[in-house]
T-cell receptor, first 118, second 114 residues
Framework: GAVVSQHPSWVICKSGTSVKIECRSL??????MFWYRQFPKQSLMLMAT?????????EQGVEKDKFLINHASLTLSTLTVTSAHPEDSSFYIC??????????????FGPGTRLTVT | DQQVKQNSPSLSVQEGRISILNCDYT??????FLWYKKYPAEGPTFLIS?????DKNEDGRFTVFLNKSAKHLSLHIVPSQPGDSAVYFC?????????????FGSGTRLQVQP
């Protein structure tokens, strides 16, 4: 149980275009999902918290107009990188917290999406 | 300002021996800690966690120790196996924020030699 999928697993796009990444909780409901970014040999940096049915909460320094987050259902959150530039190239990982039962800290992570902007 | 620090970027251990991975934190508000394991090009997988009301939690070969006064936690893997080779991240959270977002350390790459 507690499987999180991401699609696509990797994507190459041209500078100036937009890319959408999907994050799905496959066997549980998640009112809260998180989006992280990881640069090579660095830690996972939290970008934003995605809340089902409401606006996402962005971390300081993350442009909300550039990284659009939509959490339209209890099992799906999307991250759209708008007008992508080469500096947006990174490994994007989502995670989800199971909404059922006792509130927990544990997050289940997706496999990540490698974005390369040329 | 890194609130969670893993000062050893890498660690090499012989199979069968103990692996000890360390993590320090600066934010005294953190009250829950987790360890994740990550393989290249994959998302992290949860290993073990500990609440600040405890000083030790054990699950099979994995034990996490918490020293609140020193703001230090460690993950012990005994015995180490080649399949344990991965990057290990410690993470911390504050319970009184509804989000319970995780702050990650920079990771330690563990290599278990056969």
């Amino acid at each position: 149980g507690a499987v999180v999928s991401q699609h696509p697993s990797w994507v190459i796009c041209k500078s100036g275009t937009s890319v959408k990444i999907e994050c799905r909780s496959l066997d549980f409901q998640a009112t809260t999902m998180f989006w992280y970014r990881q640069f090579p040999k660095q830690s996972l940096m939290l970008m934003a918290t995605s809340n089902e049915g409401s606006k996402a909460t962005y971390e300081q320094g993350v442009e909300k107009d550039k990284f659009l987050i939509n959490h339209a259902s209890l099992t799906l959150s999307t991250l759209t990188v708008t007008s992508a530039h080469p500096e947006d190239s990174s490994f994007y990982i989502c995670s989800a917290r199971d909404s059922r039962g006792v509130p927990t800290y544990e997050q289940y992570f997706g496999p990540g999406t490698r974005l390369t902007v040329t | 300002d890194q609130q969670v620090k893993q000062n050893s970027p890498s660690l090499s251990v012989q199979e069968g021996r103990i692996s000890i991975l360390n993590c320090d934190y600066t934010n005294s508000m953190f009250d829950y800690f987790l360890w994740y394991k990550k393989y290249p090009a994959e998302g992290p997988t949860f290993l073990i966690s500990i609440s600040s009301i405890k000083d030790k939690n054990e699950d099979g070969r994995f034990t996490v120790f918490l020293n609140k006064s020193a703001k230090h936690l460690s993950l012990h893997i005994v015995p180490s196996q080649p399949g344990d080779s991965a990057v290990y991240f410690c993470a911390a959270s504050v319970s009184d924020t509804g989000r319970r977002a995780l702050t990650f350390g920079s990771g330690t790459r563990l290599q278990v030699q056969p």
